[in-house]
């Protein structure tokens, strides 16, 4: 089992950044990614990022290289700088953990975090 708790959203103006943290514990040594997705209301949730174990990253189209992956491997957190921010990022952002044990994948979900941007 992997617990995931995020931190770091809230009201954001236009322009502004802001950066999200999400810290695993439980069985991490069974993680090989986490990542962040969204979803706005009425739409379907989307991948934000993704960061691998051997650092490698990707990034959802909507992303547009706004927005940075890191992960801090002696905290078991990761964080997700968003920075130029327009009111299209207005979403709960989810962590995510992607395990692998005895070679059975299994997802592991954050509670979310508000973002909103608006003026």
């Known amino acids: 089992q992997v617990q995931l708790v995020e931190s770091g959203g809230g009201l954001v103006h236009p322009g502004g950044s802001l950066r999200l943290s999400c810290a695993a514990s439980?069985?991490?040594?069974?993680?090989?990614?986490m990542g962040w997705y969204r979803q706005a209301p009425g739409k379907q949730r989307e991948l934000v990022a993704i960061i691998y174990n051997d650092g490698s990253t990707r990034y959802g189209d909507s992303v547009e290289g706004r927005f940075t992956i890191s992960r801090d491997n002696a905290k078991n957190t990761v964080y997700l700088q968003m920075n130029s921010l327009k009111s299209e990022a207005t979403a709960v952002y989810y962590c995510?953990?992607?395990?692998?044990?005895?070679?059975?994948?299994?997802?592991?979900w954050g509670q979310g975090t508000q973002v909103t941007v608006s003026s």
């Open positions: 995510n953990a992607q395990t692998v044990v005895f070679s059975m994948e299994r997802d592991y």
């Open positions: 439980g069985s991490v040594s069974s993680i090989y990614a």
